[in-house]
């Protein structure tokens, strides 16, 4: 693929929309005096802001592992009751954000008992679990589906027991998902606002948003914001410490894919099913029964569903928005990146995830600050939330973008180019059509994405302007679950239908065997870029030999 001028101008101007919140608040925290910042870093109460947002993280991203890891084994290598039933039920809880989680389980003790209140730290950290795991559940999944079988034979031809196989031999080469599954549910879990606020954990995004809405506390929020990107990178560095020590695998030539075996569990099969359909069953029930109960009432109230319907076409408007603007910035940085081998195009790609990594919390006071400055005229405005949204979700649309594009042969561009066709005609006539495919998945993932996007779009919304995720989050915020359920209710129904596609994709046993027989990733660049990883985050797991360890 030949590379015009203008792919690397567009992707430049991604990765300067991507790395606007990071930059800005760089500039931000130098404005201030060092002995300041030191004053205000070092209190009793940013310490206890640390400890419980590491306690809170490494607490439910080790529930996660072990729960995502159970999950997965039990799905795809036993013969548990409804296995593929439990294979989706499982990844369910990846269509609930974590703040209609924990409305929903507060309402939900609310309709049981009005003596009991569901919050603070272990409520939190039951919450943050149970919609969490998928991040390890899916890609732990893929990883088992992919593994070549022949390995796992190996070692029981040699007298290994089921156990034996699966210690030495399955989770060595799971492991790189596992690890990146960990990455993920530690990510979310530390930048999470939504469900901290609503069970009043004081956690780094809260104070953050707190000292930005009370008083605009400037220095606070942009201390804070700093302590939580260096606790962000703390994590980075522990899971890549990880990687660099973890055994590759890698695959030694084509091979011929064939189904794993399936362990039947006898007598052992009425608990572990029932332990199994426990998970999602306690993750997806407790919520649903409350959103009904309080739905029915909400939907009664005198403009409820007027209410309902403003809110969801203020939902629709800035989603949309933001997924045309965010493809269109994706759509050159990924042909740019797939038509280049170079180190520079390595190094865009690594900068937009980078940005992708800061909480959208952080983000959101980024650009207020952008707008107070800098662009004054764009100020409470939708094109600067869009532009939030676009920093945010760019690697959510750039994934797709890349693993469609580098599915298409480059003699077939080259074939064109040598029949006189201009870069434009061959992008219009041949790239677009063949790649449309993940340029409207990643859109698709952008819309829905955005559409439950709580803290930046608090921060940036025009004044009037409200969405599913402000009402619910105002009307929670007075008790008022019988106004706030339906909002909920709704974003829920929105995010069903991309988890059960993302959840048949990665579950799909016979996925590879139309697939060309070479190493790939444990999933497609779509399905990654959905769970917010990269491509190369993950290692090849379809193996037959040790590349070696670091």
Not at 42 to 48: D, E
Not at 196 to 216: E, H, K, P, W, Y
Not at 217 to 239: K, M, N, Q, Y
Request: glycine letters at 8%; one cysteine or more.
């Amino acid at each position: 693929m030949r590379r015009h001028p203008v792919l690397a101008i567009g992707a430049i101007v991604a990765v300067v929309v991507a790395l606007i919140p990071l930059g800005y608040l760089i500039v931000r925290t130098a404005e201030f005096p060092a002995a300041d910042l030191f004053e205000e870093l070092l209190t009793p109460r940013v310490g206890r802001l640390i400890s419980t947002s590491l306690l809170l993280t490494a607490l439910v991203t080790t529930a996660c592992l072990v729960l995502g890891v159970f999950l997965a084994v039990l799905v795809m290598r036993t013969k548990v009751w409804g296995r593929k039933a439990l294979g989706v039920a499982a990844a369910l809880p990846l269509a609930i954000p974590s703040y209609v989680a924990a409305f929903g389980w507060k309402s939900l003790t609310d309709l049981i008992t009005t003596g009991q209140t569901f919050q603070g730290f272990w409520a939190a950290a039951l919450v943050m679990t149970l919609v969490t795991y998928p991040y390890v559940y899916l890609p732990v999944c893929a990883a088992l589906r992919d593994i070549d079988p022949s390995t796992e034979e190996a070692g029981g031809s040699l007298g290994d027991s089921r156990w034996r196989v699966f210690r030495r031999i399955t989770l060595p080469q799971a492991a790189p998902a596992i690890a990146s599954g960990g990455l993920l549910a530690a990510l979310y879990t530390l930048s999470d606002f939504g469900a901290v606020s609503i069970l009043r954990v004081d956690t780094f995004t809260r104070a953050i948003f707190t000292s930005f809405n009370v008083g605009f506390d400037r220095l606070g929020a942009i201390s804070l914001s700093t302590t939580l990107l260096l606790l962000t990178a703390l994590i980075f560095l522990v899971e890549g410490r990880f990687r660099k020590t973890s055994t590759r695998y890698a695959r030694l030539g084509p091979g011929t894919r064939r189904r794993h075996g399936i362990l039947k569990l006898k007598a052992w099969t009425p608990l572990f099913s029932l332990l199994g359909w426990s998970i999602p069953a306690v993750a997806v029930g407790g919520i649903l029964i409350a959103l009904i109960a309080w739905s029915v009432q909400g939907v009664s109230r005198p403009g409820g569903m007027e209410e309902l319907g403003t809110a969801f076409l203020g939902s629709a408007l800035a989603a949309g928005l933001a997924a045309v603007v965010t493809t269109a910035l994706a759509l050159p940085l990924g042909l740019y990146i797939t038509g280049s081998r170079s180190k520079v195009a390595r190094a865009l790609e690594r900068l937009v995830y980078l940005a992708h990594s800061l909480p959208g919390v952080v983000i959101g006071l980024s650009v207020v600050y952008l707008g107070i400055t800098v662009v004054t005229g764009l100020y409470q405005t939708m094109w600067l939330l869009v532009l939030a949204y676009a920093a945010l979700f760019l690697p959510l649309a750039l994934g797709p973008i890349v693993g469609s594009t580098g599915m298409i042969p480059e003699s077939v561009n080259e074939s064109a180019h040598s029949l006189g066709s201009t870069p434009l005609q061959v992008f219009r006539r041949v790239t677009l059509p063949l790649a449309l495919p993940g340029i409207a998945s990643g859109a698709l993932t952008v819309l829905l994405t955005a559409v439950k996007e709580l803290p930046a779009t608090l921060m940036l919304r025009p004044t009037g302007f409200e969405t599913l995720a402000t009402r619910l989050w105002t009307h929670t915020g007075v008790n008022a679950y019988a106004a706030a359920a339906p909002f909920a209710a709704l974003l829920v129904i929105l995010a069903i239908v991309p988890t059960w596609l993302l959840v048949n994709r990665v579950l799909r046993e016979d996925g590879g065997e139309r697939r060309r027989r070479t190493s790939r990733p444990i999933a497609e660049p779509d399905d990654l870029a959905t769970l917010g990883a990269t491509p190369h985050d993950l290692a090849e797991p379809s193996t037959t030999a040790k590349e070696g360890s670091a």
